[in-house]
């Protein structure tokens, strides 16, 4: 079955620029979207259709995809950033599902 | 401001049934998409299911098709999930979600509301 592949942690200094990455064989041809879920909170939208960004969510936030890989990128990651961070999209059917999730630790 | 409430969670025994509702407000509800998202304890999202918006087409994840239900009151701004034949893996906590538009991802979530499968 198809799967999004995201790596289980990355740890970043504040300041520094986080990239998270999600791999999959449809992402050439499906939009990836991502979410940040914070701890004992429900999650929100942070990157859609692979680069924009929703109102409200700050610039620091960016999404990229180049062939079967996408990235969430966090640059000048703050301690507030610290959350888990998911990716999205769907099968080449149209089956929708998300990535495994990745732990964003920033200290 | 868009507002998505989630209820009918709780305890239920295995092979037990349980429904979900989402009463949404602060949009039109009738031309939107939604989704239903599931999250265990201490692992991650896991999209469950979703409906068009007028209620004619439906889609489900592999683990949960012949078993859940989504369906939608237009009339009453309320989604709902019907699951029958629960198993202790279905524990979790259900989110209910608005698409971003059409057929697309979630954008506004709720709050979520805990299932509990065990005897």
């Known amino acids: 079955s198809y799967e999004l592949t995201q790596p289980p942690s990355v740890s970043v200094s504040p300041g520094q620029t986080a990239r998270i990455t999600c791999a999959g064989d449809?992402?050439?041809?499906?939009?990836t979207y991502w979410y940040q879920q914070k701890s004992g909170q429900a999650p929100e939208l942070v990157i859609y259709e692979d680069n924009k960004r929703p109102s409200g969510i700050p610039d620091r936030f960016s999404g990229s995809s180049s062939g079967t890989m996408a990235t969430l990128t966090i640059s000048g990651a703050q301690v507030a950033d610290e959350s888990d961070y998911y990716c999205?999209?769907?099968?080449?059917?149209?089956?929708?599902?998300f990535g495994g999730g990745t732990k964003l630790t920033v200290l | 401001e868009v507002q998505l409430v989630e209820s009918g969670g709780g305890l239920v025994q295995p092979g037990g049934s349980l429904r979900l509702s989402c009463t949404a407000s602060g949009f039109t509800f009738s031309s939107f998409w939604m989704h239903w998202v599931r999250q265990a304890p201490g692992k991650g999202l896991v999209w469950v299911s979703h409906?068009?918006?007028?209620?004619?087409?439906?889609r489900y994840a592999d683990s949960v098709k012949d078993r859940f239900t989504i369906s939608r009151d237009n009339a009453k701004n309320t989604v709902y999930v019907q699951m029958n034949s629960l198993r202790a893996e279905d524990t979790a906590v259900y989110y209910c979600a608005r698409a971003l538009n059409y057929d697309a991802p979630p954008r506004h979530w709720g709050q979520g509301t805990l299932v509990t499968v065990s005897s």
């Open positions: 409906i068009n918006s007028d209620g004619s087409r439906t």
């Open positions: 999205y999209s769907t099968d080449s059917s149209g089956y929708p599902l």
């Open positions: 449809a992402l050439p041809k499906k939009y």
